[in-house]
């Protein structure tokens, strides 16, 4: 079944289109991959399917639970109620807040506490949030960063720092995760713990997760289909094997060197 399904969504600013007539269906449950030159539109295109941008044309409709909503023009909170998270490919982390007050934060769209029980401190407000700290914790000894949860984000590590960014997306309890080149300026060792650990996460919390990634090595392990953009356009979609020996993508992006990936 079709979690998300992209028909003809284009974004144009002015006389520039950054994203043309993209199609896409990403189904439950799959892990799949956006690869593409820089500049081809891959940011582009996550940031209308979370709203921080509206399309010049086109629909994105998310099926969860055997309901379909369009996502096009809807905020980015709304999105995010709607069951769509994601990191960033430039971190975007509350740096000046504790680790556990980044993962509190995300979970604070379902508290059922009213703001006068928030002032006042009454029970029904101080139950729900030892919960949320107890479920923080908990994704943080998932994500192994629950001994730094009184460390600010900022002096993190650079690989801790993308891995809270994925505890406080998971915080959201998305069913659709699209991760923003998850990897990116990571050493070698650090790209193959995340490929690991982005795999042990779908299954864990029966995530379906899109992912833009230039690590072809992460690419190419992880993912069971994989879309390539040039110039805003889809020009192929298939199976890694199938993109590796796709004449139209080495030409525009991978080069031989992808044949040995």
């Known amino acids: 079944m079709s979690i998300l399904s992209v028909k003809k969504l284009t974004k144009s600013f002015g006389g520039l289109t950054a994203v043309s007539n993209v199609n896409m269906e990403i189904n439950e449950g799959e892990l799949v991959g956006l690869i593409g030159p820089n500049g081809a539109g891959k940011t582009t295109l996550f940031n209308l399917l979370t709203g921080f941008y509206v399309p010049t044309s086109g629909t994105i409709t998310l099926n969860v639970n055997g309901t379909s909503k369009s996502l096009g023009g809807l905020k980015p909170y709304t999105i995010c109620k709607n069951g769509v998270a994601r990191t960033f490919q430039n971190i975007r982390l509350f740096k000046d807040l504790t680790v556990l007050d980044n993962v509190r934060i995300a979970m604070h769209k379902n508290v059922k506490y009213g703001l006068i029980s928030s002032f006042l401190h009454l029970p029904s407000y101080r139950k729900e949030e030892d919960e949320l700290i107890r ?65 042990w996460i779908r299954e864990k919390f029966n995530l379906t997760i899109l992912l833009i990634e230039h690590d072809m090595s992460l690419v190419m392990g992880i993912c069971e289909r994989i879309y390539v953009l040039d110039y805003g356009m889809i020009i192929a979609c298939g199976t890694p094997d199938e993109i590796k020996s796709n004449e139209r993508v080495i030409k525009a992006y991978l080069g031989e060197g992808l044949n040995n990936a």
């Open 135 to 199: 479920k923080s914790m908990e994704l943080l000894r998932i994500l192994r960063l629950d001994h730094k949860k009184d460390e600010l984000a900022k002096n993190l590590p650079y690989g801790e720092q993308r891995h809270l960014e994925i505890a406080r997306a998971l915080a959201t309890n998305p069913s659709l995760l699209l991760l923003d080149e998850p990897a990116a300026g990571m050493n070698p060792a650090e790209t193959a713990q995340l490929t690991e650990l982005i795999g």
